[in-house]
């Protein structure tokens, strides 16, 4: 059975790959990921704001007065919350290219345009064969308007594709006003590809220590659902590569994500439940499952479900909704 796809300009063997994740830290667990059948190696995320706390010394400025600010500076990232730092980050390029035969895909998150060109040429210079921006920014000041806001995310990446010529794709959340207008704007920079989609963790509220707490919750299949509505409405919309990543953990929610148009299948939290010879079985599942459908390729079945053959997807959506609504009995 033949399962390539083509991602980034790459020919993978399959779409299955690891996301962004701290995986990735131990060289021992990025051989492992190749072995077990990843067709990339994803990196997690060098965040813009670790890159200028690096270059000011700052993280020494704020430890002096940690005792007068506490609850202030509590929002901020210190040294120890990050197990890489800028120079460890490239230098783990460096290795991870050396120890594994598949392309290595970096990522760069950051909220300015400034902030991510310096890093994205160092990012190449590494050997990174390509690079995702993951661009995680919760838009909170009432005078930024949605236009704004998707305008930074524009200007990121085409501050980015002008300075590196290595492979660019852009990590999206679900929640812009317009995502198919941003995604045909990013696609005419051009970038290479769109991963959908970044998963913004929820802070919870400590009432009684009257503080903020993170909370990692690892996703599910569920999460995988919106995923698969904006790749069937992108799919062949546009000419970026397509990516998949939240709430993927079996081969049916891999054959679920390819056939609604992605061409690479990310997975973070079944591996990090489950360790990184899930991939293989992902795969495997993948494999039988066209071959009991009698499908000749993935590629044959790649955006099957994609509504770029549907003469209007607004009404398609809404007539789902109106049908999904009325499909509850007590």
Known sequence: MDLSTTYLGFELPHPVMPGASPLVDDLDTVRRLEDA??????????FEE????????????????????PEALSYFPKRSDFRLGPDQY??????????????????????????????????????????????????????????????????????????????IAVKLSPYYSSLAHLARELDRLPV???????????PDIDPENLDVVPRLHLSESYELLPRLRWLAILSRRVSASLAVTGGVHTGLDAVKAVMAGAHAVQM?????????????????????????????????????????????????????????????RP
């Open 268 to 328: 973070v939290s079944a591996l990090l439940l489950k360790g990184p010879e899930l991939l293989r079985d992902v795969v495997d599942g993948l494999r039988t499952w066209l071959v009991e459908h009698e499908y000749e390729s993935l590629r044959q079945m790649q955006g099957s479900m994609g509504l770029e053959r549907c003469p209007d997807p607004a009404a398609f959506e809404r007539g789902n909704y109106a049908r999904v609504l009325q499909s509850w």
């Open 90 to 167: 490239l230098e783990q390029i460096r290795r991870i290219r050396e120890a594994v035969r598949v392309p290595v895909i970096a990522s760069l998150n950051g909220v300015t345009a400034s902030g991510w060109l310096e890093y994205a040429r160092l990012i190449q210079e590494a050997g990174a064969h390509a690079l995702e921006l993951n661009v995680y920014y919760i838009a909170t000041d009432p005078e930024e308007s949605s236009e704004a806001v998707e305008h930074r995310v524009i200007e990121i990446a085409r501050t980015v594709r002008r300075g590196v010529t290595i492979p």
């Open 37 to 46: 059948g990843a067709a990339a190696i994803v990196l997690h995320s060098l």
């Open 50 to 69: 670790q890159i200028e706390l690096e270059q000011q010394g700052t993280f020494a400025a704020m430890e002096r007065p940690a005792e007068s600010f």
């Open 192 to 202: 290479d590809g769109l991963v959908l989609f970044n998963r913004f963790y929820q």
